[in-house]
């Protein structure tokens, strides 16, 4: 069964980049066909999908959050990380990440991810 975990810091300043970690187990992230994605929820309010890494390293983001996002992986660790730069109050959320063994299309909808972190608080504050 694959599992994952998030880690990183619970605390970022504004204008500071939020820089949060995903361990899978159960599991390769390197197996076709598998897909891996952040996904956060702000206080309130509901999913919100922010983009992926698949199998084979490609990756693609929410439009609304390119320009400020980077994922990527390091396979060795069995790990794939998120970056969000010039964070601001609104980025505070708690922070998912998600895996689906249907990555050939690079889901992009939460319900298509049945493997789930157990999320993460990311408080943005000075």
């Known amino acids: 069964q694959v599992q994952l975990q998030e880690s990183g810091p619970g605390l970022v300043k504004p204008s500071q980049t939020l820089s949060l970690t995903c361990t899978v187990s159960?599991?390769?992230?390197?197996?076709?066909?598998?897909?891996w994605s952040w996904i956060r929820q702000p206080p309130g309010k509901g999913l919100e999908w922010m983009g992926v890494?698949?199998?084979?390293?490609?990756?693609y983001y929410s439009p609304s959050l390119k320009s400020r996002t980077s994922i990527s992986r390091d396979t060795s660790k069995n790990q794939f990380s998120l970056q969000l730069s010039s964070v601001t109050p609104e980025d505070t959320a708690v922070y998912y990440c998600a895996g689906s063994r249907d990555g050939l299309g690079l889901p992009r909808q939460t319900y298509e991810y049945p493997y789930w972190g157990q999320g993460t608080q990311v408080i943005v504050s000075s």
């Open positions: 159960g599991g390769s992230i390197t197996t076709s066909y598998y897909a």
């Open positions: 890494i698949a199998y084979d390293g490609s990756t």
